[in-house]
């Protein structure tokens, strides 16, 4: 995104609640980054998961927002996709398709 500090401003989504995909939904924060995860192998890997959606944000420029993630097996490529995605649509970025 630019390494610029990204607000979002709208609800977005990215993703499906197919098997191995994941769908992201991302609002505006309250100061932090909030994540509720919803996943078949969350006992496994949920920590990891949380960590891909947390430092993609970081990377993407987010430092407030909201996200709900509703796994089914993503891997991490797949995951940072969507979170950018995400990012793009929610910040105002990019269209919702």
């Known amino acids: 995104m630019g390494g610029g500090k990204v607000?979002?401003?709208k609800m977005a989504t990215a993703?499906?609640?197919?098997?191995?995909?994941?769908?992201?939904?991302?609002?505006?924060g309250e100061g932090s980054i909030d994540?509720?995860?919803e996943s078949v192998v969350e006992q496994q890997y949920g920590e990891d998961i949380?960590?891909?959606i947390y430092d993609t944000?970081?990377?993407e420029g987010v430092d407030s927002a909201k996200v709900i993630a509703?796994?089914?097996g993503a891997l991490d490529f797949t995951i940072k996709a969507?979170?950018?995605a995400c990012v793009g649509r929610g910040s105002g970025d990019?269209?919702?398709l």
Not at 15 to 28: A, P
Request: aromatic share 0%; charged share 40%; glycine share 2%.
């Open 15 to 28: 993703g499906t609640v197919e098997s191995n995909d994941i769908l992201i939904m991302i609002s505006k």
């Open 50 to 52: 949380k960590k891909v």
């Open 70 to 72: 509703k796994d089914k």
């Open 82 to 84: 969507r979170v950018k």
């Open 94 to 96: 990019v269209n919702e």
């Open 35 to 37: 994540i509720e995860l």
């Open 7 to 9: 607000e979002i401003v």
């Open 57 to 59: 944000l970081i990377d």
